[in-house]
């Protein structure tokens, strides 16, 4: 039976980061279902935000980072993580990594929605993502091995004790055993007909945790990026809101400036509020844009969007982008301590996958590269100091699923009825409508067979069904609005509602508690 120490499921820029980290007597095995370059981190536009301005204090990034999560964060850890990002930034430099500066040599510090301060760093103006996992997978050593096209279906349980995984390459089913088994899956954008997510982003770690009887929380809190590129009624990528840094403005066909008077940042308003009011122009009928001509050199800062332009046949030359809000990041998932450790032991979530509490409701622009980074390197720390060994494989399979259980949906239309139903607008209604759509697919019967005879496609979107059952019932709990959460039905913050968490375990009730 093969063995590792650490297994990571995923590689994007959380896993990397603590793959670099782990002591080089351990060894390590990183799956991915994809590639390397196949993930979201390579596509982050945005940069990393760290408070080292010299107007800039940690304090005033907590008092950003908090009004954007509408007061939902966890104060402590989201402290403690806005104080280690400077350290991080300065590490990055000191290995050599490069940030964009300016002709006086020092950082050019950019500014994004939420943020009363540039503060944000980025690498090849919107390319941070790619040159910030091109120099992780440099730092990476030989302790560590990436398996590419290895997709996990299963996470090994017994007596509340994770100690492996059971995974599918093209050509086998095998079992991997670790003491410490590491989700960093990402989110789960392609749950929605509009996303900026990667096609790879499906909400697997969500699933897997759920199916493993980890706790999750707050999965209603979803966060829909206002820009994404938008054609003939398709969303095509994003258009970084660093473009609003730089001066561009949202405008309808009129050229009305539609964030005028909305909020005192105006088109650098939090991102659910910019969203919502593209949302309610669109309902109106009015087409958005982004109004880019006062930008100067655009082609040359923004390297990105530019190519998306170019490959969808937007011209840049007239200076408007045709844009509409997506799904972008989700601010719930699995709950973790401040160490990354989920409630079974054995088994830890990072990056977008964990629920850490630094988001509250709604994810300041460019905090997320830097949870990645913090909160990864933490538990890299905290593993290098263990001396557990893992728990034997015991062999045990699940009952074999002879006949399918029932016909699964199209992908295509669980993302329309994600959009339609759970999206930036909810109520009651939608919600159980969804609720009982998703449940006709049986998905603990499913879930209680083995998986191994599926293909990884449908056990996919097994994992999608699960995962978008997960938000429906969460977003029904919630009865309230708050960040990237809106029920037309509830259409107000409560203040009873503040510091409840909505937390799912399986096979445990669904009641709201209050932590
Ligand atoms: C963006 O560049 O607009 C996205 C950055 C982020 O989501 O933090």
Request: charged residues 25%; negative net charge.
């Amino acid at each position: 039976m093969e063995r590792a120490d650490v297994i990571i499921v995923g590689s994007g820029v959380a896993a990397l980061q603590l793959a670099r980290h782990l002591s080089e007597d351990t060894n390590v095995i990183v799956f991915t279902k994809s590639d390397v370059s196949n993930g979201n981190s390579r596509y982050a536009q945005g940069g990393i935000a760290a408070a080292i301005g010299e107007e800039d204090h940690p304090f005033a990034h907590y008092l950003d980072t908090t009004e954007a999560g509408r007061y939902a964060n966890h104060s402590q850890t989201t402290l403690e993580m806005l104080r280690e990002a400077p350290g991080i930034i300065q590490e990055l430099i000191e290995e050599g990594f490069t940030c964009d500066r300016n002709q006086d040599g020092t950082i050019d510090l950019g500014r994004e929605g939420g943020h009363h301060q540039n503060r944000i760093v980025h690498s090849g103006g919107d390319q941070t993502g790619k040159r910030l996992m091109e120099h992780l997978q440099q730092q990476i050593r030989a302790n560590v091995e990436i398996r590419d096209h290895h997709f996990v279906y299963e996470l090994l349980v017994e007596n509340e004790v994770c100690y492996g995984v059971r995974y599918k390459t093209e050509y086998e089913t095998a079992v991997l055993t670790a003491p410490h088994i590491v989700l960093s899956t990402g989110g789960c954008g392609q749950l929605y007909a509009s996303t900026s997510n990667a096609p790879t982003i499906t909400g697997d770690g969500f699933a897997l945790a759920y199916e493993a009887g980890a706790e999750m929380t707050d999965m209603e809190f979803v966060q829909f990026h206002p820009t994404l590129l938008n054609v003939n009624g398709k969303t095509h990528g994003l258009v970084t809101e660093a473009v609003r840094g730089e001066g561009a403005v949202l405008v309808d066909e009129k050229g009305r400036r539609i964030m005028d008077g909305v909020h005192p940042l105006g088109d650098l308003a939090p991102r659910n509020v910019v969203a919502n009011t593209i949302y309610t122009e669109r309902e109106k009928g009015h087409t958005l844009y982004l109004d880019i001509r006062m930008i100067p050199q655009f082609e040359e800062r923004f390297p990105t969007v530019t190519a998306l332009c170019h490959r969808h046949d937007i011209s840049l030359s007239e200076g408007f982008i045709p844009v509409t809000p997506g799904c972008h990041f989700i601010m719930g998932g699995i709950t973790t301590d401040k160490i990354g450790r989920t409630s079974v032991t054995g088994l830890y979530a990072i990056g977008e996958a964990a629920c850490t509490g630094v988001h509250g409701a709604n994810r300041l622009a460019s905090n997320s590269l830097l949870e990645g980074m913090v909160f990864s390197k933490r538990l890299a720390g905290w593993i290098n100091e263990q001396k557990v060994s893992g728990i034997p494989y015991t062999g045990k399979n699940k009952p074999l699923l002879l006949d399918p259980i029932c016909d699964l949906p199209p992908r295509s239309l669980l993302q329309q009825k994600m959009m339609e139903n759970v999206g930036m607008v909810r109520d009651a209604k939608a919600l159980k409508k969804q609720k009982g759509w998703l449940e006709s697919f049986h998905l603990d019967q499913w879930f209680s067979f083995d998986l191994s005879l599926l293909t990884s496609k449908q056990v996919t979107t097994l994992f999608m069904l699960r995962t978008a059952w997960l938000m429906t019932v969460s977003a029904l709990e919630r009865e309230e609005s708050r960040g990237g959460h809106y029920r037309s039905d509830f259409p107000n913050e409560e203040t009873e509602w503040q510091q409840k968490q909505i937390v799912q375990e399986k096979r445990k009730s669904n009641e709201p508690i209050h932590l």
